[in-house]
């Protein structure tokens, strides 16, 4: 992270109140009113304090602009030909450590671990009357966070700096990075005590001990493969994702949402499958303060107060050819074909016809379609969910196949096949490592997980991942809708070939600079 900065993150003891998130949630106090001293004395003060993680300023800048660029433009399902060098070295595989996308990651993911930090820390220093249960839950949802946050960090750069106290950093800002091995450690310890502290149920919006163990089936699935080589992963940690998995499954009470569409409009923020979302109000309206996905929009037309629609992210020729004919109802919720119309763009207008490819998810509309005047296209209120029940359905059917070539484990199918189902695409009766990555990958696409499920592949079989990245086609292409044909359009730029190195970003060259010991060897975070 940019250190000086960093430092003044961790100084404003208590920034992370003045964010807004969900409606669903309290206000929170004005920084004037905040002090050690007389914040976190009740449940409710605790409440508001772990609240203000969920969105606003802490997340916006990851969200904005790391989300969808690492996710979907680096994995090769979307192309951004307009929004300069940056993301045009994201599709070409030429990125270096000037990359400012890379950047605002790192730095938007440190964010997050700062503002977890600060508030671990005023909840376990507070002297305060609350129960120890109450803390240990606040302190939980915090932990998790952090977890998310970290292992994001992880699966991009591998070693990374392992932050637990702000304060401590700020007397030794130079730090070492960690090992990989340690990095997963800490994040499966947040998680667990996220897992025993967190409450099975809890008000809408906010994570459950289900999201911890969700999310534990996900960090174990990936650390499976890493340091194994050849195809095989560890079967301890298999077993540990299949049964945190499993546990989520048969006991938590999440259910699908029935329709796929229905999962990235607003009416169904926070609906039953979503097991982690971000949260977003229009009270921060302004740069990088809320929820700015809907500047991907196609068209002004579309938009709140019909501004500030910079163009929908290019669907790739290669994740076009993803969908097949049958999957017909996720093609059309992830991405716009000429001649798609959606009714629930510009409803009182009467509706909206795509003329050229485009991203769809995270386009909900304009303020009437959304039922909030106050809305705006830097302020949209989609609850983006970054772990939901499908997601441990395929981990699941993940787990299950493991080390084998393929399965029709009746458990396995089972679940997987109620993704597809869902999405109104006949069931399959065997998987393998390609089935399932391609079930992934038109699951989520635009959701920003694609990249990281080729890492996750990467860890255990190199050879296949890059093999994946070689063959993609990573252009855009032109759509004829009478003819239903499309064409791929030449290269925005030379993309280079994929290697092994690929898989793990390059450092921020301005944090090397700010803290010289980034380029050192990676040191134990744990004696």
Known sequence: ???????????????????????????????????????????????????????????????????????????GNLVLPYGGEDL???????????????????????????????????????????????????????????????????????????????????????????????????????????????????????????????????????????????????QEYLDKAKSYAKDVIENSGAVLLPSYKDLFRTQFNDSPESLFALQWSTTNGGWNEGNQ??????????????????????PSYDLYLAYTRQDSIRRKVSIMLPGDYYAELNAAGGGYTATQPGMKKHIIGNEVDNNNSAMTTLSSIEHNSLLRLADIYLIYAEAILGNNGSTSDANALLYFNKVRERAGVDPVTVLNTDVILHERRVEFACEGQYWFDLIRLSYYNPVKAVEVLSNQKRVTFEYDKATEIARPKDPIAIISPATFGTFTLQLPASEVIANPKLNQPSVPYYK
């Open 293 to 314: 996905l809907l500047t991907y929009s196609p068209s002004n037309d579309i938009v709140p107060q019909k501004s500030f629609a910079f163009g929908s992210a290019d």
């Open 88 to 234: 045009v070295q994201l599709n070409t595989f030429t990125l270096s450590g000037t990359n400012n996308r890379l950047l605002i990651c790192w730095k938007g993911l440190y964010i997050v671990v700062a503002h977890c930090n600060v508030t671990i820390k005023g909840i376990e220093d507070a002297r305060t009357t609350v129960s120890e249960k109450d803390k240990n839950a606040a302190i939980a949802e915090a932990r998790f966070i952090r977890a998310f946050a970290y292992y994001q960090l992880v699966m991009a750069w591998g070693e990374i700096p392992i932050i637990e106290d702000n304060f401590k950093l700020i007397q030794a800002p130079l730090v070492n990075k960690n090992k990989v091995a340690d990095g997963y450690r800490f994040i499966t310890e947040d998680l667990i005590f996220a897992a025993e502290n967190l409450p099975k149920t809890d008000e809408k919006g906010r994570v459950t001990s289900w999201s911890a163990k969700g999310m534990l089936s996900k960090v174990y699935l990936t650390m499976a493969g890493l340091g194994q080589q050849g195809g095989m992963r560890n």
């Open 1 to 75: 992270m940019k250190y000086l900065q960093f430092k003044k993150i961790c100084v404003l003891f208590a920034v992370f109140f003045a964010v807004s998130c969900s409606d669903d949630f309290l206000d929170r106090p004005s920084l004037s009113e905040i002090s050690p001293e007389n914040f976190y004395q009740t449940k409710e003060q605790i409440r508001l304090a772990t609240a203000g993680l969920y969105g606003g300023r802490v997340w916006a800048q990851w969200n904005n602009e790391a989300y969808i660029p690492i996710g979907d433009i680096l994995s």
